[in-house]
């Protein structure tokens, strides 16, 4: 699937929409960067509840498709204005990251 | 557990597998010819604290070795003046650039000398083997080495070989200034992007970045982000060399494990200090080396080999 399908069946909120046609290919949840950096698979969707601007920078280094930023929670504008420098998708949803994660995985991410 | 059993060990284990005569061998040699004298073989052993000296002829094949033993006769017969083909061993025993590691240690076992010359398969000198380049070997292929005090750097001191490059000719340099973690990671990206451009396969790139960029993050928390980030990357090997001013690492063994960190429970909150940064970097490095120390500045350099993924 591609990032457009997944913004589609989340129905998160867009907060930048970046290259929406790069395939979505596997998941990953976790708040630690250190963890992500290390062991979330390139074309990843990251779930996280991190909005700071290094969230940006460890996408863009592990190669991950779209942030979700869960619970609610939203970034300050260089953060949005960093992703759209790198074409990265990053949406809202009010779900936590445990339910972002289900509904991930019942789309057939694994 | 003797010699021999070590050895079987060795290959059983298949441990410095990837060392070869030719990467464990010392290339500056120092060689004379047949008809060179006695004497000056003397002076070449004295002056390069050297404990023997491989004769070649025009072609430089080796034809012979002189070692002190063949000297100290010499010089109580007084032929010091002649040639060292008339003192010198002929059937000397030699190792082949391609050997592996075990026919080495072996050899040392079996003929108990101090060095070995290595040829190729032409007969040509390409080097030689002393005790302590096999030392050296083993310990240069141990998956971390993690040097905290200055003796212990002296004693290493040979590993700095490498960096010395850094001075003149990194391929790659980026000032760590960073306020805060605003942007933090972007020496790394930056990195990426100039290994990606150089032709790097994907998994190399990976490895080499993931780990520039928690070593880079570690100058932004830790080290009040001043730092540098330089790099050589040729011939499929890339070596990463991240410096800052201090205040230094007191403990290394402490920060390699997993979960321990010293951040603050607002970086902590950010996502940062999970005490992964280091063991990350010991994962995705094919070698290691960190030296720090309290109130010192902290070096530290990975090398990236491609396809050892």
Known sequence: MTVHDVIESLGADVAVKGDTTRLVTSGYACDLLSEV?????????????????????????????????????????????????????????????????????????? | MSLE???????????????????????????????????????????????GVPIVDADFRLVGLVSVSKIIEALADGRLADPVDSVMTRDVISLHAHDSFETILSCFQRFKFGRFPVVEDDGRLVGMITDTDVLSAIIRSFYSVYIHDQRRAVTLGSFSALSKEFESSADFVYDIRCRGLENAGEGSAQLKAFLQNKGF????????????????????????????????????????????????IENIDLAMKEGWSTATDAIRELGFGAGMGLPNIRRFSDHLVIISGKDKPTKVEMIFLEGKE
């Open chain 2, 5 to 51: 059993q070590s050895v079987e060990a060795l290959r059983y284990l298949g441990l410095f597998s990837s060392l070869d005569a030719s990467s464990i061998m010392s290339t500056a040699v120092h060689a004379l010819h047949p008809e060179d004298r006695v004497a000056a073989a003397r002076l070449l052993m004295r002056e390069k604290s050297i404990s």
């Open chain 2, 201 to 248: 396969g994907e998994p190399i790139v990976r490895r080499a970045s993931v780990c520039a960029y928690e070593a880079e993050i570690n100058v932004c928390i830790h080290a009040g982000g001043h730092g540098s980030l330089r790099a050589i990357a040729r011939n499929g090997e890339i070596i990463l060399r991240v410096e800052d001013e201090g205040p230094g």
């Open chain 1, 37 to 110: 950096i290390a062991k979330a698979a390139p074309g990843s969707a990251w779930a996280t509840i991190q909005t700071h601007v290094n969230v940006i920078a460890v996408a863009a280094m592990v190669g991950i498709s779209v942030v979700i930023v869960c619970e609610g929670r939203t970034c300050e504008s260089d953060v949005l204005e960093h992703a759209t420098k790198e074409h990265l998708t990053v949406l809202y949803s009010r779900d936590s990251a445990y339910t972002v994660s289900g509904k991930l995985y019942l789309l057939g991410l694994r």
